[in-house]
């Protein structure tokens, strides 16, 4: 059974840093592309960022680039959501989801997605 678990949400203050994690477990996703949504109170769920199965590229949305960085560790099934700079529009539930399709170009899509976990809350107080 396949299982994303998110980790290292919290309180910050604006301008602090975070740095969210996520482990898959029940398969390897080694050749698989993982991404991160988020969704606030209120809003729709919105892509953040994605990487390729080699970690050789990733994509961000205009809100965070600059800010966020991905990283993924094959070895470890894991994927880290470095967050600097942070703002109180950042705060949101963040999902950690992969592409069950090995090769495929991360997309912004939630629909290329097949596995999700159950999310970790981020609040930036201003």
């Known amino acids: 059974q396949v299982q994303l678990v998110e980790s290292g949400g919290g309180l910050v203050q604006a301008g602090g840093s975070l740095r969210l994690s996520c482990v898959a477990s029940?398969?390897?996703?080694?050749?698989?592309?993982m991404a991160w949504f988020r969704q606030a109170p209120g809003k729709e769920r919105e892509f953040v960022t994605a990487?390729?199965?080699?970690?050789?590229?990733?994509t961000y949305a205009d809100s965070v680039k600059g800010r966020f960085t991905l990283s993924r560790d094959n070895a470890k099934n894991t994927v880290y959501l470095q967050m600097n700079s942070l703002k109180s529009e950042d705060t949101a539930v963040y999902y950690c989801?992969?592409?069950?399709?090995?090769?495929?170009?991360?997309?912004?899509?939630?629909?290329?997605?097949?596995?999700w976990g159950q999310g970790t809350q981020v609040t930036v107080s201003s």
């Open positions: 029940g398969r390897t996703f080694s050749r698989s592309a």
């Open positions: 989801a992969v592409d069950s399709s090995p090769w495929r170009a991360p997309g912004r899509s939630e629909r290329q997605y097949d596995y």
């Open positions: 990487i390729t199965w080699s970690g050789g590229a990733t």
